[in-house]
């Protein structure tokens, strides 16, 4: 089973519609994030979550907003999907302890989302 | 904007033949990481390199750290078709990690 698991993995809606992107981790990280990819533009941080009580927003927050439930999950929505929301999105998470603080992220399989 | 600049954008090698990649940057880092992307599929962390460091190797992989020219590079030796992906650099500034745009390296059997 996957470490970062991402539902759902493909979404096509239209435009105005609420949609939520959905992650769960069994790595038990603390710390927990959203990427956005789209052609040629690398992957930009939405929003991150360092514990269920911490939430930050990232370079593009705008028309999105984010939810920890637990440790083990963060949920990203997109309240009024438009059609440049359409991207591929990536959960990741992170251990912040040990010597590197900020170390390496671990990555979900991504959620393709397409809005008409 | 993007920590990290990559170059090339592009890269298409024969079997066998090293690849290098560079990556330039805006800010100071904590460190610079290193990921691959197969098509599609979430990104995998090959290497760090803090900050104080200037060479690092792991197996076929060698990244080095210019923190006066504010730029990294990703050397795979011996590259094999399976090496086909997309890299990115990532610098860690504070407690955030931003990407570069990548390079997609295509070995051709």
């Known amino acids: 089973d996957a470490d970062v698991t991402q539902t759902p993995r493909n979404r096509i809606t239209k435009t105005g519609k609420r949609i939520m992107l959905e992650c769960s981790q069994t790595k038990g990280h603390d710390r927990m994030y959203w990427y956005r990819q789209d052609p040629g533009l690398g992957l930009r941080l939405i929003y991150y979550s360092f514990d269920v009580k911490d939430i930050n927003k990232g370079e593009i927050s705008d028309g999105y907003s984010v939810s920890r439930q637990a440790q083990a999950k963060f949920s990203l929505s997109l309240e009024s999907a438009i059609p440049n929301q359409t991207a591929l999105y990536f959960c990741?998470?992170?251990?912040?302890?040990?010597?590197?603080?900020?170390?390496?992220?671990?990555f979900g399989e991504g959620s393709r989302l397409t809005v008409l | 904007s993007q920590q990290g600049e990559e170059d090339p954008q592009a890269l298409s090698i024969q079997e066998g033949e090293n690849a290098t990649m560079n990556c330039s940057y805006k800010?100071?880092?904590?460190?610079l990481q290193w990921y691959r992307q197969n098509s599609g599929r979430g990104l995998v962390h090959l290497i760090l390199?803090?900050?104080?460091?200037r060479e690092k190797h792991s197996g076929r992989l060698r990244v080095t750290l210019d923190t006066s020219k504010k730029s990294s590079s990703l050397l795979i030796t011996a590259s094999r078709a399976a090496d086909t992906a997309s890299y990115f650099c990532a610098g860690t500034s504070g407690s955030r990690l931003t990407f570069g745009e990548g390079t997609q390296l295509t070995v051709n059997p």
């Open positions: 990741a998470t992170s251990d912040p302890r040990g010597v590197v603080r900020t170390g390496e992220l671990f």
């Open positions: 390199i803090r900050s104080n460091e």
């Open positions: 800010t100071s880092i904590n460190n």
